[in-house]
């Protein structure tokens, strides 16, 4: 039986509020089993000390727990829960779920399909190392396996991975092992970049051996659909890949584009257009009616400049570079979509070039 | 002798950079005499210990004063200096100076004037009452009598206005006198608002009893072209006005339009018509190289809200309302302009619609 | 039967980390249904968007719940959760059980007993206001009956209050009333001062016909005792008084004193010295070992300065001046205690003297 | 003739005010020539974009420029201008003017000397490498023999040394070489450390062969008198050596002791013990006559504890680690001081133990 997966845009009152989805729930309009993902953006502020995303999981994790009868570690185990701190300007506090069943019926077309797996544990000292890379691209092959997709036809691939800790560095300093950084803000690069280009591996997208020693360096080498969210609730990675599938059911798909840097409008434009939508001067009450959400990656470009203006988003003491990203990346992106309950998500290292960042967009197929 | 204004827009390396300038100077380019205006976006956080305005402030005044052998205190009364705080995500530090000479020869049309004027100095519980709006419009009549520009040719009025600090606050309880608020950061708003309502009054934009007893209440009156800037850095306010004057040569024009939210493409793409050039995917490079500069306000709306969708910025203890407005409409209007050298200025209280800000543009004419 | 109060101090190692308490529960060493109050220091910035206090009253409540067998709203009802969010500079996150039981015998002098009740819930407009003064007062009065303690035995009152959002003002005014403030920040100075307030009327601090007129304007109206906190996750407000009570037996006693300033040692010193403590070099080792814990307040001088000198703390737009304050003071007393694991909670208005605050010590009583 | 060195300790209004300093040169109290070095506190964030240090120095060298008739630029290469950003909580802006001058006479004992040294430019691959140390030792030695102190009498050392910006990466990148590190926040820990182990080889406190290898590692390896900051406005290092010198007169001497961690009470106690007074309850009127001002370093320990309590200063993201431990360790010391208008400096790698620091006080001879 094919597969059918539906998408949920879900406001948040809080990263404790979980009660729009409790009402979906409880009316039956969801089940609880279906659920394979929820991508949200939480108010925190995306850093090393962002506790939204750890209580928006656990208030998830505890619902789920109740309709599915089991333990929030079980459901945190099933469940793809990627939480992305952040909603710096425009931006707004929401959920996207995704919900897989399976249909009878034929499929009519490519339609949006998803699939989830886990690495296993990591060390502190795998962190932005060839490990994690490694371990990545396996798990995103077997979520694309999952999901029944093919590597042309991923859009966007999510991925939620560990960070170091004080602590985390003491222990494995304390087992005679040395991290990539003692900074615990410097290593959510590391952790997001290894995820990434674990992603371009696994799609063919860079050249096979790819590895540490390009990480964080050779910014020619990304994924175009690779979407990396470090968070310190967790200590192995989360993988959802989405793409379209000619054996998925179901009224949604989803395209993407690239952002070649963080001004690039056309790039946005051409999102939309992927699945049929024309932005140009914001979307029209009728396609707006059609999307479902978009989900972007946003970083400030390393050499401190774009387009030859200088930016300030590195060298600034009070505000971290991604708050920064987000905040610019989501008033653009929200002033096409006309809306800012929209996943941006800051820290974008190998995913997009440099600068730069992939968008991905979910809509209705027209009718 | 008709006046001829011209516009240049120069990068700043760092606050206390004047090179830029210096250069134009040095090269006979520009005469420090025809400066009338300088508007900045240093690199500070645009708040209450933002010392980054004064800072370039005092770098601009020596280095007029040594080119117009006068003092630097002297220079400052001559020329509006107006530095706004605040290069948030793609935002890049740079400066715009107006020049403004008289030329033989008969104007061929409207082209940029500008006018300039200052108003007395404030006591610090005149700041945000009556006095404030009342002076505020008095000076900018005198400003569009300097520039020879009628009210509906007015396209930009830009003001620096003062603050109160915790040591005026308590000089003006030490006289008996309770200011507006004693919270520096909140008298930054009121300060914004009764300037703008002075340009409101001025350019009949409001009913012309609208006092004090409106300010920060009735989102209603506003100014459709006033951006207004609070500073630490002096105690009276500084006016400059902007429009097509029909006394005027040169090369420039001016347009505005109004951004209803902060997300307003629409609004951003209006600017850029008003001056005769398309921004649906970005300005191409011949639309581009016509723009000098574009002026904007940002607001966080003050109900929460973004066309129904929750934004955070008002609860956000770490980063100021202003920081996370000016990231995200920069982020927009930079995707149309094509660049982050951009004046994206925040806290629009009175300038627009409640949650929207005035957008100037620029440009020189088609030819 | 007298009351025995036990008070623990547990570390935590994140908002959600309940598993100290919950050892012990387990353990058998501390019955759920004995605790009263838990006051905790979270790691959060203590603003409006501090989620970590309602994060760890949701962890708290559910492992207590579970413990009860009832749910977690009606443990919330029945014991004073009170999160007080920010441990800057050398703070430690950690909380403090308070567990009071019944035994059986004759109290030997007067001990430490506590006592808690709630207000009704207050409307948005309410807050900083009168009702908010009387509706405190009154539950003070309730909770020292619940404690049987004297007015002049009192030496710790903490008080959990409400604060407002974008959302209540907005509910307020839709209502037709208008709040003290729009500015979440700046209404947790209000809703803190009247509840302040409200505890020195109940004392007999003040004359009796204190009220809102001189709330956050009269300083010389203060408590020696109130320690006041506003959260986001609350409407209404929570009591717990602490006190030495000659009809509890236990081993533990409570004193106090107040600091007049930010940095008066001396006042630091004259608490610990209040149950019998010398602090002069820090605590000796056999000092330490009697101290549980410290409880103080902690607020910048509303004039900008401490004996003389300016301070910054008012015109910081980067970091609230609560912050300042707790890792201030925090620093000051933390080097007299040996430890950082203290709570120090920031906002002191009306609490101590303008720009001090109260301190006060639990300790072992000498044997 | 031996040298006279006398201190000034002048308030601040603002980064730029030097109002105090131009009334004591224009009475005649200070000659600008005498003047060796001026060590401030300013009130920005002590972070990459604070450019209220260089805002300052600006400053001073517009006012000595002026009396001493040559170039803003001939000033700071004379004169020690070293600006300490960031007077977090109770510390308070203000300026340490060290005037130094031949008199007659005999000394009557050891008395406080100052020398002053600066080293080469340095190139950005340079910073956190061996050549910083070894150019640092360099300098010391000479600053030493201007002051003519010998090692056992020196008691501060105070470096202001480079920092790297994504501008300076950049350029070393471009020239083929890659630098310690991309970060520029980062950056400042390298240098600061590299700086002291300089001061800790020239004085022989660690092992000769100490190097880039033990930077950021070896904590064991330290100075106790050395006191760096990293500054964006400098490319070389500045360094002045404080001590007693047989050959000085004068009425002041300077002493000092080590803090082992942040809240080491009986570290600052016996740093002003270590010029005969006594703040055990915070220093009398009279004790207080004597001191002229306190210089202190101050650091978050590396391993995220403090005697066995987990701080949260490394894991925070909205506000930096020596924002934090400035605002700690300046409560402590200033509650002993009694005065908030203190020297308190963050960052103190290899400055003192791993989480501790150098404290030195300057005080008149008792009479």
Known sequence: MPQHVNLYRISMRGPGDVAGLAALLESGEIRAEDIV???GK??????????????????????????????????????????????????????????????DGKPAGK?????????????????????????????????MQDADIGGTDVHFVQI?????????????????????????????????????????????????????????????????????????????????????????AGELIIGHAVMRDAIDLAGVLDAFASVGLNGERGLDAESAARVVNVFAKAEPSTDGNIRGFRHTMLNDSDIT??????????????????SGAIYVSGGAEHQGPMGGGP?????????
């Open 359 to 367: 968008i991905a967009v979910v809509a209705r197929v027209e009718v």
């Open 37 to 39: 993902a929820i991508l």
């Open 160 to 248: 939620k991975c560990p960070l170091l800790t004080a602590e985390r560095v003491a222990a494995a300093r304390a087992r005679g092992h040395e991290p990539v950084t003692d900074e615990a803000y410097a290593s959510m690069a590391y952790s997001r970049g290894a995820s990434a280009l674990g992603v371009a591996v696994a799609l063919g997208e860079t050249r096979a051996d790819i590895g540490e020693a390009e990480l964080l360096r050779d910014w020619s080498a990304y994924s175009a659909v690779a979407s990396t969210s470090a968070g310190i609730e967790l200590t192995r990675s989360v993988i959802a890949v989405m793409g379209n599938s000619a054996s998925a």
């Open 321 to 338: 570079p991604t708050r920064h990203a987000r905040a610019a990346v989501g008033g653009l992106i929200a002033g096409v979509m006309g």
């Open 42 to 103: 939480t108010e925190g502020n995306g850093g090393v000390n962002d506790f939204t995303r750890e209580y928006a999981c656990m208030s998830l994790a505890n619902l789920l727990a109740a309709h599915m009868r089991c333990s929030a570690d079980a459901v945190e185990k099933r469940v793809a829960l990627v939480m992305s701190g952040g909603t710096e300007g425009v931006l707004s506090p929401h959920m996207s779920v995704f919900v897989r069943s399976r249909v």
């Open 111 to 143: 339609r949006l399909a998803i699939g989830v797996a886990q690495t296993r544990e990591f060390l502190p000292e795998e962190l932005g190392r060839q490990a994690q890379i490694d371990e990545t691209a396996k798990a995103v092959r077997e979520a």
